[in-house]
């Protein structure tokens, strides 16, 4: 380490890294179609991480190590794993005669392939982010393979960009890992760490030879409870971070924190000898002066801007957390002093509110993206804003319309439990079983199809007016009787419309109930190449009239077989959606499960003797402290049964979940009260099962058996394979098969294929029960 200047005073985690008009996306997903070739998509990305370092400094970013390099193809946990050569056995083959690993190569990880199944994917810890779960057991070679993060802190530097290389850290990276298929019973990849951290040791003097004069390690598994107690964790410190700032030939290190606090671990991390420590002012709180003793010259950076909601920072609040931190680290003899950040890195916001120009200006003048979130922290750093000043629409009442509805205060206000209950589950499933008729093991899909070019071209023309509403219909009808047609050749026994006429799952609900506005460019990555533009649920929530109810109805009137409704749950509207900060998440869930139920039970009036409720987040806002595990799942799962409660005993209630660890949440997901729960399972392996009693859980369970978030077609035998095992533990009875999740994003060849493979492999696992097929 030969650079040891300050930290400047203004910085932030990291940035969005797909482009504000997705330019990323769309140059891997032409280069994995075969349209384009990986130098192509090579020049879009250096384009991309130049164009963010120049507006970070236009935006008011300065000095040595103020800009983070926090760009990835794919995945930043993916990324760290590849730097450090984790791969599964599987994809040994991978690995080349030198040890790298390339970017193509990379891909395979993250998507597949014919032969074998991607890395398992979850949810970033309570973000609508997902990473890819690294697989590691006591063989898997750590090796510096990847320098992708070296070479581009090298093009910074030859362009004349100071840029802070952003990587996982080795904690975090191994305590978010599984262990690998064929370690050993009980194996836990954190005992590797003494194995990794010099790996991680060359890749700090590799960036420092590349010009980098910081490092930013970011440690945010510190700041959750863990499968270590709080004292474990701090052990792991001195000989991971610890090690790591004791080496000459490094840059200086930023630790990173976001996503909460790293409770009882403060001193550890100010003694590892780091520069610079990060602490998530947001969601934790200021650590005491007790807690600070042994600073030193160790500067602290106050993540005082939020970095995961689109509300405006009251400037005057945030200016006294600066303040107050920065007077116990002096209490406590520290010398360092006191840098602004963002809670967390950027990546969960949009670009720039400015391009928003059809919302209600006054909701747009609450509101900051990226780039208004990246002034917030350099005017705060500035040191402008008096500490308490009254600044900005978040410390005052928002009074646009539309924020406070009376009539639907007033009816959530008369909400009993009696209004979250229905019959017990032996006499609903008898009603059901009557009404239905369906076979053991019955098969469906999880709800939309494969969305076309011609069904995207027919919304696009609708919205602008090139057709009008007649045509608009009549082109969604002819697409769902395609996909009813399409079901029925297949042999499906629970069908559904497809969902052509819906852009996204909670937007499409977000347009049609009030309280929500919708933006035009707010994008933001969810995983991979996949981005959603998150609704902004800024008001009391109500349904002005039936949003799904002409289409199930339709889709019902061409077949003889069961049509499901399809809603989205009021958890997962809230958790994908930027929601209103300026009341409790409980009351809010309660008016969205209120406007869900109205049409749910209008769907039931119309004919529909299923509804499905997807959730697939509930998982994904749990809170990282057990301790408040109890009040979220109280009013998360309040909020679902208040929009399903309102039916018949014969309506049979399906929900879906997808792609968390929900085997941590087994009993609410039990309290749910669903009659049939479909859930992720393919990816994992079918882990989920391991984790249910099915006395305890006593309701129909569909575990996924087709990976839809990979483009591969498992194959009838492994399908039965999957089906069999599962039969074992739930029983035939119970049993449903289905997909992981939606269809939306895959291509019909595959989908075809892969649901004639679903269908026949059940059929198989039937015929071996001697249950007799469906006709």
């Not at 981005?531 to 800024?538: A, G, K, V």
């Given at each position: 380490m030969t650079s040891t200047s300050a930290l400047p005073a203004a910085t932030i985690l990291g940035y969005p890294r797909i482009g504000p008009d997705r330019e990323l996306k769309k140059a891997e997903e032409s280069y994995w179609a075969g349209r384009s070739e990986l130098s192509a998509l090579e020049e879009t990305g250096r384009a991309l991480r130049a164009a963010t370092a120049d507006r970070l400094a236009e935006l008011g970013l300065a000095g040595e190590g103020a800009i983070p390099e926090s760009f990835s193809w794919y995945d930043q946990v993916l990324d760290a794993a590849v730097a450090v050569g984790a791969l599964p056995s599987r994809f040994a083959d991978l690995v080349e005669a030198d040890g790298s690993i390339s970017l193509a190569s990379s891909f395979v990880l993250a998507r597949g392939d014919e032969h074998r199944p991607p890395l398992e994917m979850t949810k970033w810890f309570d973000s609508n982010y997902h990473y890819l779960v690294p697989e590691i057991g006591p063989d898997t070679a750590f090796h510096l393979a990847g320098d992708q993060l070296i070479r581009w802190t090298q093009e910074a530097a030859d362009a004349g960009r100071s840029v802070r290389p952003v990587v996982v850290g080795p904690i975090t990276l191994l305590l978010l890992a599984k262990a690998a298929d064929d370690a050993p019973e009980g194996f836990d990849p954190i005992t590797r760490l003494a194995e990794l951290v010099p790996v991680y040791a060359q890749l700090l003097s590799g960036l420092r030879a590349a010009g980098a004069a910081w490092v930013q390690i970011d440690e945010p598994a510190l700041s959750a409870d863990q499968r270590l107690t709080a004292a474990q964790l701090a052990e792991l410190i001195p000989g991971s971070l610890g090690l790591l700032a004791a080496q000459g030939d490094r840059p200086q290190i930023l630790v990173t924190t976001g996503y909460g606090e790293p409770e009882g671990l403060v001193p550890a991390l100010l003694a590892s000898g780091v520069e610079a420590l990060h602490l998530d002012l947001v969601k934790g709180r200021i650590p005491a002066v007790s807690e600070l003793v042994g600073a030193g010259a160790t500067q602290l950076v106050a993540g005082v801007v939020n970095g995961r909601n689109i509300w405006r920072a009251d400037l005057g609040t945030a200016a006294a957390r600066v303040a107050e931190l920065s007077s116990r680290l002096e209490q406590a003899g520290g010398t360092g002093g006191v840098v602004v950040g963002t809670s967390t890195s950027l990546q969960h916001v949009p670009h720039d509110v400015t391009r928003e120009t059809a919302l209600d200006p006054a909701l747009r003048d609450a509101l900051a993206f990226a780039d208004q979130k990246v002034q917030e922290v350099v005017e705060l750093a500035a040191g402008g804003v008096e500490p308490g000043s009254v600044d900005g629409p978040r410390s005052t009442p928002r009074t646009f319309a539309g924020v406070r509805v009376e009539a639907v205060r007033e009816r959530a206000a008369q909400v009993t439990a009696a209004d979250a209950d229905r019959e017990d589950y032996a006499l609903r499933a008898a009603a059901q079983q009557e009404a239905l008729g369906l076979p053991e093991l019955p098969t469906t899909t999880i709800g939309s199809f494969p969305q076309v070019a011609e069904v995207r071209r027919a919304r696009a023309a609708h919205r602008k007016g090139v057709?009008?509403?007649?045509?608009?219909?009549?082109?969604?009808?002819?697409?769902?009787?395609?996909?009813?047609?399409?079901?029925?050749?297949?042999?499906?026994?629970?069908?559904?419309?497809?969902?052509?006429?819906?852009?996204?799952?909670?937007?499409?609900?977000?347009?049609?109930?009030?309280?929500?506005?919708?933006?035009?460019?707010?994008?933001?990555?969810?995983?991979?190449?996949?981005?959603?533009?998150?609704?902004?649920?800024?008001?009391?929530?109500?349904?002005?009239?039936?949003?799904?109810?002409?289409?199930?109805?339709y889709a019902q009137s061409l077949t003889e077989r069961p049509v499901k409704g399809m809603l989205t749950g009021p958890v997962t509207i809230l958790a994908w959606s930027f929601v209103r900060d300026d009341q409790p998440l409980g009351e809010t869930a309660d008016?969205?499960?209120?406007?869900?139920?109205?049409?749910?039970?209008?769907?039931?009036?119309?004919?529909?003797?299923?509804?499905?409720?997807?959730?697939?987040?509930?998982?994904?806002?749990?809170?990282?402290?057990?301790?408040?595990?109890?009040?979220?799942?109280?009013?998360?799962?309040?909020?679902?049964?208040?929009?399903?409660?309102?039916?018949?005993?014969?309506?049979?209630?399906?929900?879906?979940?997808?792609?968390?660890?929900?085997?941590?949440?087994?009993?609410?997901?039990?309290?749910?009260?669903?009659?049939?729960?479909?859930?992720?399972?393919?990816?994992?392996?079918?882990?989920?099962?391991?984790?249910?009693?099915?006395?305890?859980?006593?309701?129909?369970?569909?575990?996924?058996?087709?990976?839809?978030?990979?483009?591969?077609?498992?194959?009838?035998?492994?399908?039965?394979?999957?089906?069999?095992?599962?039969?074992?533990?739930?029983?035939?009875?119970?049993?449903?098969?289905?997909?992981?999740?939606?269809?939306?994003?895959?291509?019909?060849?595959?989908?075809?294929?892969?649901?004639?493979?679903?269908?026949?492999?059940?059929?198989?696992?039937?015929?071996?029960?001697?249950?007799?097929?469906?006709?």
């Open positions: 057709i009008d509403d007649a045509a608009y219909v009549q082109a969604m009808k002819d697409e769902i009787a395609r996909i009813i047609a399409l079901q029925e050749e297949l042999g499906l026994d629970v069908l559904v419309h497809g969902e052509p006429e819906r852009n996204d799952m909670v937007q499409y609900f977000a347009e049609n109930l009030e309280g929500f506005a919708t933006t035009e460019h707010g994008w933001v990555q969810s995983y991979g190449s996949r981005c959603t533009r998150p609704s902004i649920l800024f008001g009391d929530v109500h349904r002005p009239a039936p949003i799904t109810v002409d289409w199930a109805t008016q969205v499960g209120l406007a869900l139920r109205d049409e749910v039970t209008d769907l039931e009036a119309a004919g529909i003797g299923i509804v499905q409720v997807d959730e697939p987040a509930l998982r994904e806002l749990l809170p990282l402290r057990v301790r408040d595990h109890a009040d979220y799942l109280d009013w998360s799962v309040r909020s679902f049964r208040l929009s399903t409660a309102g039916v018949q005993a014969a309506t049979q209630i399906h929900t879906h979940l997808c792609y968390s660890e929900f085997n941590v949440v087994v009993d609410a997901i039990d309290a749910l009260n669903a009659d049939v729960t479909s859930i992720e399972s393919a990816r994992s392996r079918g882990e989920i099962l391991e984790a249910i009693d099915p006395d305890a859980f006593p309701r129909g369970i569909g575990p996924g058996v087709w990976d839809i978030h990979s483009p591969r077609v498992p194959s009838t035998e492994e399908i039965a394979e999957q089906l069999t095992r599962a039969r074992r533990v739930v029983g035939g009875e119970r049993l449903w098969v289905n997909p992981d999740c939606g269809l939306k994003t895959r291509g019909y060849a595959e989908t075809e294929a892969s649901l004639r493979n679903l269908v026949a492999a059940t059929l198989q696992v039937r015929a071996a029960a001697e249950v007799p097929a469906a006709v």
